[in-house]
């Protein structure tokens, strides 16, 4: 690699760098808000990445969850390269086609009425918290809080932190805003008692992954969707990690055979491309008009483009069948795993979001995956979380099951 010129903003001048200096320049000036791994990510293809040494790794963190389609998917490429040759951005003040036809699409495959596009899940969620309130405001109620789960994870703006049910993410952030309560997952008794007067809505991850790989029981959602109709009050079912496949239905809460008034997406509907989306009833979404929520980047041309064809590739490529088969392959391969080494307590999880509950910390064994070859990462500290790409091939799931049971084997000596 030829030597470049850094700007160093300590020093106030310019140096000579070549290769080996690539970590001084996010040191210098990105914002220390990540915990890094060690590894400098420049090409991916398919299931596999490469870093800047030309070391290639299977890539099961997917973006966490975001590269649905994996890396350079050519149906992908083609059709953004024309789309940033068409338009790039238009206001919403404008009609968008492109952004009319992913609505409509994902109000088909949903069941849901209305489509309101962000940029990202913290967005989707927060835009749901509000729509919750300002449909009950709308009817003249007084009903504004919204119970959700603890170990849950909703996002890291205000009101999404404070709607996660996990103290780490709220240190150092107060005041945070009043109204959220939080109850343990699977449990209705729990959730029934902490119902009030001013309860606006249930939020809930159907199957929680920052938390540790937990899932919301079919019967338990079912009994939540029963008690919000008999309450009157609003169920909002966060998918922004289960959405789009990654359980094996193109919806986690189809596994229950539930509806929710509220549902959110990102992460993989875009397939890399930032999109978020908000998804309601007709009578829930009636309440923003013009004005009440806004996104100046929300459902752009590209945007929208990418996740047209994302929901295009998994129709034409049968994804939701391909999740199934390997996510089978995988569960039965970590189960036999688990079945050799004492210290794995559990694997849980759903398609191809899958963990493996520890009796030790996870830190080291995820490092000593990425040093052979293989990226996971982890759902807390004693869980080891795996997203492959919903189009990973039968060889890749193989190849993978071979890395870790190398790296347990060493594990236990």
């Given at each position: 690699?030829?030597a ?33 791994f060690?590894?400098?990510?420049v090409?991916?293809q398919?299931?596999k ?7 290639a ?28 040759a068409?338009?790039?951005?238009c ?6 086609p ?8 994902l109000?088909t ?5 209305e ?6 899940g913290?967005?989707a969620?927060?835009g ?37 049910g ?5 240190h ?11 109850v ?27 938390g540790g790989v937990n ?10 969707r ?12 966060d ?5 789009m496949?990654?359980t ?5 809460f ?56 994302v ?38 999880g759903q ?13 080291p ?38 890395v870790l ?7 236990n000596?």
């Amino acid at each position: 690699m030829a030597a470049s010129m850094l700007y160093n903003p300590i020093g106030h001048k310019w140096m000579r760098i070549g290769k080996a200096s690539l970590t001084l320049r996010r040191m210098n000036a990105l914002m220390n808000t990540y915990a890094r791994f060690p590894l400098t990510l420049v090409r991916g293809q398919g299931s596999k990445v490469w870093d800047d040494a030309g070391k290639a790794y299977l890539d099961f963190i997917s973006g966490i969850a975001v590269n649905t389609l994996g890396h350079a998917h050519p149906q992908l490429v083609a059709a953004i390269s024309e789309q940033v040759a068409t338009m790039l951005h238009c206001s919403n003040l404008f009609h968008i086609p492109k952004q009319q036809q992913l609505a409509a699409k994902l109000a088909t495959l949903s069941g849901l009425a209305e489509v309101f596009f962000s940029n990202s899940g913290a967005e989707a969620n927060e835009g749901a918290i509000k729509l919750a309130r300002k449909y009950f405001f709308d009817q003249g109620s007084d009903r504004r809080g919204i119970i959700s789960a603890t170990r849950s994870f909703h996002g890291r703006l205000l009101s999404t932190l404070t709607a996660t049910g996990q103290d780490k993410v709220k240190h150092g952030f107060d005041p945070l805003p009043p109204g959220f309560g939080h109850v343990p997952l699977n449990d209705i008794d729990a959730l029934r008692a902490a119902i009030r007067a001013d309860t606006a809505a249930i939020l809930l991850e159907p199957l929680q992954g920052e938390g540790g790989v937990n899932i919301a029981h079919p019967e338990y959602l079912q009994a939540v969707r029963k008690l919000c109709d008999e309450e009157g009050i609003l169920l909002i079912l966060d998918e922004i990690q289960t959405g789009m496949g990654r359980t094996g239905t193109m919806f986690a809460f189809e596994h229950a055979g539930i509806q929710p008034d509220i549902l959110t997406l990102a992460k993989g509907l875009g397939g890399g491309v930032p999109i978020g989306a908000l998804l309601a009833t007709e009578k829930v979404a009636a309440s923003f008009g013009p004005g009440t929520h806004g996104s100046t980047f929300g459902g752009n041309p590209l945007s929208c483009t990418a996740a047209l064809t994302v929901i295009d590739v998994m129709e034409k490529e049968s994804l939701l069948l391909n999740v199934a088969a390997r996510g089978e392959q995988l569960l039965q391969g970590l189960l036999a795993l688990s079945a050799s080494f004492d210290w794995i307590d559990e694997v849980r999880g759903q398609g191809l979001l899958l963990g493996l509950a520890c009796s030790l910390e996870v830190a080291p064994i995820i490092t000593a995956c990425r040093d052979a070859g293989l990226l996971v990462l982890a759902a807390g500290p004693d869980v080891i979380r795996i997203l492959p790409p919903l189009n990973v091939s039968a060889a890749d799931i193989d190849e993978a099951l071979g890395v870790l049971e190398e790296v347990f084997t060493e594990v236990n000596q």
